[in-house]
């Protein structure tokens, strides 16, 4: 399926390729570069390139295109999913993925692609059983192999691989017991200028960090479960009972995983937390603009809103912003016009405010459109859909976990038109 | 040691070329001076190679790993490493797994150019494996039932004999209830194939008068009931109930986190699915467009189903533009929002549209204003509203944008000519004001067209041209000789002399494309003794009405792959690309995917095997036949051993427990019973059917006694009723027959003496006293063979258990006056005294 993986960086260098059936010159990228060149930006880049003997299927993510090269038929977002997963499991190993940490660990990003791609199919993509063959690197395990000369290869078959539970090891012990799960919500909304709301999503995930002994079998039941219109699963959560009594039944893998995600209904009114008064506005034959924007918390629940960020893309004309911010700190870039306000925490009592002028290039026009200000935000330990968890139970072992829910509200594409 | 490791260690880590050159100093300590410094000035690569090639060689465990580490880094940088080969491949035996991995990796990657030195070259071993043998090998693996084969043999399939349906009939419906555990790779490729071999054995369920009740499968079972006579002749489509199986059994997996997976299930339902549960696809569908990761590719394969109305409307307001958006994105969503538009959300969305227009990316405005011409052609209701709206932006200070939407007029009007004079003077006046030789050329085109309907804006128009004509561009000129062309053949008496001085221009033009149009017109308009014939023609030529553009979206005509493929991305075949075939008119035998219930009972090894027959008659009865395979043919005996075996049959309704002989147990009538049989704890017979009356159906089992006599307890479950059977054995029934030479027997007799030994005289009439006699009295107690003897007054039989192949010699030595001792040699003492009882008491009668 997969012949061969080019990892290109945004200056359109080929930094790492790794073959798997046969050898594909690293000459078939310049079809890619072609198409690179043709984009006006580099997500443009199409993600599906047909050449005369192969077809390049691209992902780009962390400024690196991950150019996978095909050579028969076989489904596009196979091969794109896969690549996410290959990026994700870098991401997971050496915290970032950077051109420069790959570098630095290309022994074990040759192991670890040499086990995700068995003959160019998928094989082990689970990060538990990638752990258990190949360790993560850290700087102890590098001081420790370089004296004992150990490695970081695993001994062992994964014994999880080959039984009926794939994403579990067997013989996992703990002295603590604990399970954690955080309802992490995202908002994506689009605000008209009058302040009514256009479009509201929640896009919601449930991301658990579960250390059990054993072999336990944990079921998480909701107070509103029908909240949830569109849930996909870890394959570890039991499907039928999902159905059945919309309770989810899972054995857990090891570590850290995202169990469910979910997507609260367009249909269903999503509470805004925040509001936006502004007024910006630029006049015909005067070369200055006013700036005047003011945010304000809405639905909040009682809770503070925190870690405040506010960026606008200015329109080309405006040379440079002279403002004021009543709390934290502005930053205007006059190349690419991009304006942001670390606003931090909204004070309800005194609300952050930014006010003053935009100097617009002489003689050019009054822009068309007004810029869209961009909001980013946490809430802590509220869900914004309002949904609870209401019970977690372990079958299966005799022990007493410790057992932790948190709850997070953020902003996603959170949009103001002005 | 620690030094060097760690100096390496350094090494290896700056693959940087920047370093390069550091490292090159560096290198030359470990190596010998003079040579390092010999090498260097002509090739640092060379140099470097001799270098990994000593630490190959040494006998250090981590100068090697250090080496392969360096080498995998200059593989993985494309630089050939080739010639350390000899070198890498010594290493193959190492007992350091980690070195062990990175020499595979290497091997690998240099085995099909090295072949002369690769001795464990992989490719030359797939090549030595024919292609029927891997067929052979595959169709071996697609009866395998664990979920961890299931996806590999798929892809081996695809890839090796993805044409051979056939193989895939017996395992269709494992693998349609497999699937949910298979790993999220494999349920890809089985999702596919599955969907190419239902398009070759089922029927079209895209009929209109198909029956769709999620559960016919009833009425597929009662094959006798008297619904079947009224179909007969109405002919109602009834969905095969496997189709029904596939495509229940992939629903689930609408919600996997594996987009790959979900997107295969959508192209299943959109390929197999009955028209109106395509939409049930849809929630998962609207999960990849919104996740911007996948939007673009999944874009091109959703379309299909975007364009069935109403499908995605619900989720309209998901896909509103973004201004952070990559203008891809924006593109692609503004062409999911104009697929949705219909006469009910037309107004949200060209409102919608509005701030679009108004976006600072211009490419996307111009994409906006292509938009909303297509809404306006597509929803005659809006035409008129989108029109005006147009208009208005036929004064926007931008170019482009104005461009764009006189290009779009021009095609609307030509949908709706009869009406918007007022439009086509509008455009006319702002005509001095367009740059753009597009938005140029549609006026004047449109002039040209509906000439007769602004008769004293056109000629102006033109006479304003006549000036300009030589410093426009080559498509402004064309369409100002196409303008002076329709005039004059209509208002020649004003256009006349602006018509020759244009053709006298266009004549002398630089481009040969307009001094050919030029030459073409003339000899077509103008008048004179050679062109008569044409002329007479020129107005039904030029002006002839000619039908109006469609604006339609560049991603249709898509449907002639299977969704979800490369090809359909691409919309081009690929190699490799399978066909999904048509519906075929008549379904094949739908039988070839039945499952002989009898199959060889693996988990049989060493036991003994059951036949159980239910059968319902119009007296229900219950059978049990029991023995292995040695005596299945042995009629009479297992009739005898059946006697000997008890059978309890406890219906629960009546109460009081009855107990009888296995072939006349009456039940209380049971005319659909699920049958399914439940061992003890894990294990669950591999059989669950519906029995219709009159019908039987064999069950084998097997059931390790592990050489004892006790009985087998389990429960005979059907859908009201549940019964306890219980199966003993009789001690005979649970040896093997064994083949011995006499010498072989007695000196295997030989060992088991003293307390392994039983034996017991009996008393025998003489008529029994023949071999024939006792041999068939001994064979219908105990399965054993027959040993031979060279004396006549001796006999012997010689077995083992069937679970842990003990030997059970019997021997029968005939003595004077009807007397014989009979002797049994076994370590199972218990076995052998039960044994000697049943031989006394069958001996003895006979």
């Known amino acids: 399926m997969i012949h061969s993986l080019f990892l290109i960086n945004a200056s359109g260098d080929i930094f790492l390729e790794k073959h798997w059936k046969s050898v594909v010159s690293r000459s078939v990228c310049d079809y890619f570069f072609e198409a690179q060149e043709r984009a006006t930006e580099p997500e443009n880049v199409p993600p599906v390139i047909p050449t005369p003997h192969h077809y390049l299927i691209s992902v780009l993510r962390h400024r690196i295109y991950f150019v996978a090269v095909i050579q028969s038929e076989v489904p596009p977002l196979f091969v794109i999913e896969f690549l996410h997963r290959v990026v994700d499991t870098f991401q997971d190993y050496f915290g970032v993925c950077t051109e420069a940490a790959i570098k630095d660990n290309v022994v074990v990003v040759y192991e670890l692609l040499e086990e995700m791609l068995d003959n160019g199919f998928p094989l082990a993509t689970e990060s538990n059983i990638l752990k258990e063959l190949i360790k993560p690197p850290t700087i102890l395990r590098t001081m420790v192999n370089t004296i004992t000369g150990s490695t970081n290869v695993g001994e062992q078959l994964p014994t999880g691989q080959l039984s009926v539970v794939p994403w579990r090891r067997t013989g996992v012990k703990y002295t603590n017991n604990e399970a954690y799960f955080d309802v992490v919500e995202e908002i994506d909304a689009i605000i008209d200028k009058s302040g009514s709301t256009i479009t509201a999503e929640i896009q919601g995930v449930i991301d658990a960090c579960v250390k059990l002994t054993g072999m336990p079998d944990l079921t998480l039941s909701f107070m509103n479960p029908r909240l949830l219109d569109d849930v996909s699963f870890h394959p570890c959560v039991r499907f039928k009972r999902w159905e059945a009594e919309r309770i989810l039944s899972f054995i857990p893998p090891d570590g850290n995983f995202r169990l469910l995600s979910y997507h609260v209904s367009s249909q269903n009114l999503v509470a805004i937390p925040v509001y936006v008064k502004h007024n910006i506005t630029f006049r015909e034959g005067s070369s200055q603009g006013r700036f005047d924007l003011t945010l304000g918390p809405k639905q909040t629940m009682g809770k503070a809103v925190e870690s405040v960020l506010v960026s606008s893309q200015l329109p080309r004309g405006v040379l440079n912003a002279n403002l004021n911010p009543s709390q934290g700190a502005y930053t205007f870039d006059p190349v690419t016009k991009l304006l942001t306000w670390d606003v931090g925490k909204i004070n309800p009592q005194k609300l952050p405010n930014l006010k003053g002028t935009m100097n617009l290039q002489a003689g050019a026009s009054k822009p068309d459109e007004n810029p869209t200000i961009n909001i980013q935000f946490k809430i802590q330990q509220m869900a914004i859909s309002g949904l609870k968890v209401n019970r977690l139970d372990m079958y299966g072992e005799k022990y007493k976990p410790f057992k932790g829910i948190k709850y997070m509200t953020k902003a996603g594409k959170f949009q103001v038109r002005t | 040691m620690l030094g060097v490791a760690m100096s390496t260690g350094a090494l290896y880590n700056d693959q940087g070329s920047a370093e390069a050159a550091v ?135 695809e890839e090796v004999c993805p044409d051979r349906i056939d193989l895939i009939h017996k395992n269709f419906r494992k693998l349609c209830n497999l699937l949910v555990d298979v790993e999220e790779w494999g349920q890809v490729v089985i999702i596919n194939m599955l969907t190419r071999y239902a398009r070759t054995q089922f029927t079209s369920p895209w009929r209109e008068d198909a029956m769709f009740d999620e559960n016919n499968e009833k009425a597929f079972y009662d094959s006798d009931s008297e619904e079947k006579k009224g179909q007969a002749d109405v002919k109602t489509y009834i969905m095969d109930p496997d189709h029904r199986l596939l495509l229940r059994n992939t629903k689930p997996l609408l919600q996997s986190r594996n987009t790959a997976v979900v997107m295969a299930v959508a192209q299943l339902y959109w390929h197999l699915a009955p028209k109106h549960e395509v939409s049930i696809v849809t929630k998962s569908l609207v999960r990849l467009l919104r996740s911007h990761r996948y939007i673009v590719v999944a874009f091109k394969h959703c379309y299909n189903l975007l364009s069935k109305q109403g499908m995605f409307e619900p989720y309209m307001k998901s896909f509103y533009v973004r201004s952070t958006d990559s203008t891809h994105i924006k593109t692609l969503k503004l062409e999911i929002l104009t697929n949705l538009a219909n006469e009910a959300n037309i107004s949200t969305i060209l409102r919608e549209f509005q701030t679009y227009v108004k976006s600072q990316d211009k490419a996307f405005a111009a994409a906006t204003i292509q938009a909303i011409g297509r809404c306006a052609t597509n929803i005659s209701e809006v035409t008129d509203t989108c029109l005006n709206g147009l208009v208005l932006l036929l004064s926007n200070r931008d170019e482009s944008v104005v461009a764009e939407s006189v290009v779009v007029i021009k095609k609307l009007l030509q949908t709706q000519p009869n009406q918007h004079s007022d439009i086509i003077s509008h455009m006319a006046k702002l005509f001095d004001n367009i740059t753009v030789p597009m938005a140029r050329a549609s006026i004047l085109w449109l002039m040209g067209e509906y000439c007769e309907r602004v008769p004293k804006i056109a000629p102006d128009v033109l006479r304003k041209m006549a000036k300009t004509f030589t410093v426009e561009e080559d498509i402004v000129k064309l369409q100002t000789v196409n303008l002076a062309a329709k005039l004059f053949l209509t208002n020649s008496k004003q256009t006349k002399l602006l018509t020759q001085y244009i053709l006298n221009l266009g004549k002398y033009d630089q481009n040969y494309d307009i001094r050919d149009r030029t030459r073409f017109i003339r000899q077509l308009i103008v008048p004179s003794e050679k062109s008569s014939t044409l002329n007479k023609y020129a107005r039904r030529i030029l002006l002839a009405s000619k039908p109006a553009p469609v604006l339609e979206s560049a991603f249709k005509d898509r449907d002639r792959f299977q969704l979800g ?87 629960t309704p009546p109460p009081p427990p009855l107990i009888c002989s296995p072939f006349t147990a009456s039940f209380p009538t049971l005319h659909t019973a699920l049958l399914s049989f439940t061992f003890s704890s894990p294990f669950i017979f591999p059989f669950s059917e519906r029995l219709e009356p009159r019908a039987s159906v064999t069950v084998s089992m097997g059931i390790d006694f592990s050489d004892s006599t006790q009985a087998a307890n389990f429960q005979l479950c059907t859908k009201e009723d549940q019964f306890s059977v219980s199966i003993q054995p009789a001690v005979g029934e649970l040896l093997m027959p064994s083949t011995m030479t006499e010498a072989d027997f007695c000196k295997e007799q030989k060992k088991l003496l003293g307390m392994n030994e039983t034996s017991a005289t009996i008393t025998m009439t003489t008529a029994n006293t023949s071999s024939q006699t006792i041999n068939k009295q001994v064979l219908s107690v105990a399965n054993v063979g027959v040993a031979p003897s060279s004396q006549n007054n001796f006999h012997r039989f010689a077995g083992r258990t069937v679970s842990s192949g003990a030997l059970v010699l019997v021997s029968l030595e005939l003595k004077e006056s009807s007397s014989a001792l009979l002797t049994i040699n076994t370590e199972k003492s218990i076995m052998a005294s039960m044994l000697l009882q049943d031989l006394k008491q069958a001996l003895t009668e006979a």
Not at chain 2, 51 to 78: T, Y
Not at chain 2, 601 to 618: D, G, I, P, R, W
């Open chain 2, 23 to 157: 490292e090159a100093g560096q290198e030359t300590t470990p190596t010998s001076s003079g040579s390092g410094a010999a090498f260097g000035l002509f090739s640092t690569d060379f140099k470097k190679n001799e270098d990994l090639k000593e630490m190959l060689e040494s006998n250090k465990e981590s100068l090697k790993l250090e080496a392969m580490k360096r080498i995998v880094g200059l593989i993985s940088k494309g630089k050939n490493a080739s010639e350390l080969f000899p070198a890498v491949v010594k290493n193959v035996a190492s007992k350091n797994i980690e070195l062990k991995k990175l020499v595979y990796v290497y091997l690998v990657r240099y085995a099909e150019e090295q072949q002369d030195l690769a001795l464990l070259s992989i490719s030359t071993f797939q090549r030595a494996l024919k292609k029927e043998q891997l067929i052979e090998v595959i169709e071996k693996l697609l009866k395998d039932k664990s979920t961890l084969v299931a996806g590999s043999v798929v892809v081996a399939f």
């Open chain 2, 565 to 651: 493929t490369l090809s359909h991305s691409l919309n081009i075949k690929t190699s490799g690309y399978q066909e999904l075939s048509e519906w075929p008119a008549v379904a094949p035998d739908p039988s070839v995917r039945n499952v002989e219930v009898i199959e060889p009972v693996k988990f049989l090894l060493k036991s003994a095997l059951f036949q159980l027959q239910v059968s319902f008659t119009e007296k229900p009865s219950y059978s049990c036949s029991f023995g292995n395979a040695t005596r299945v043919s042995c009629k009479t005996q297992v009739v005898k051993m059946l006697v000997c075996s008890t059978l309890l049959l406890r219906p």
